[in-house]
Nanobody, 122 residues
Framework: QVQLVESGGGSVQTGGSLRLSCAASGYTYSTSCMGWFRQAPGKEREGVATIYTAVHGTAYADSVKGRFTISQDNAKNTLYLQMNSLKPEDTAMYYC???????????????WGRGTQVTVSS
């Protein structure tokens, strides 16, 4: 089992920044990839960014490229998402996930946090 706990969400104005954190515990070595996903009200969940934990390869949604950066601190078992130049359309619940990745999709045996809310006002 892998436990994931997100933090760092909040409310900001357009153009602001936030850094999300995801603390991982448990059998984290059983997963090869971690990522951030988001879901806005009335919309399907979408992949935002993923990172392969061993080689640090990354993937980003086109809508966040150049604005968001995913990173990890293996010593702290923590995943981050630095979000800059935030837009109202970034408003969503953001979830951390761990599992096996193909691009922005996590499949196989995967684990999810409970999410942290990000609200961007215009």
């Amino acid at each position: 089992q892998v436990q994931l706990v997100e933090s760092g969400g909040g409310s900001v104005q357009t153009g602001g920044s936030l850094r999300l954190s995801c603390a991982a515990s448990g059998y984290t070595y059983s997963t090869s990839c971690m990522g951030w996903f988001r879901q806005a009200p009335g919309k399907e969940r979408e992949g935002v960014a993923t990172i392969y934990t061993a080689v640090h390869g990354t993937a980003y949604a086109d809508s966040v490229k150049g604005r968001f950066t995913i990173s990890q601190d293996n010593a702290k078992n923590t995943l981050y998402l630095q979000m800059n130049s935030l837009k109202p359309e970034d408003t969503a619940m953001y979830y951390c996930a761990a599992g096996t990745c193909a691009g922005l999709v996590i499949y196989g045996r995967n684990y999810w946090g409970r999410g942290t809310q990000v609200t961007v006002s215009s």
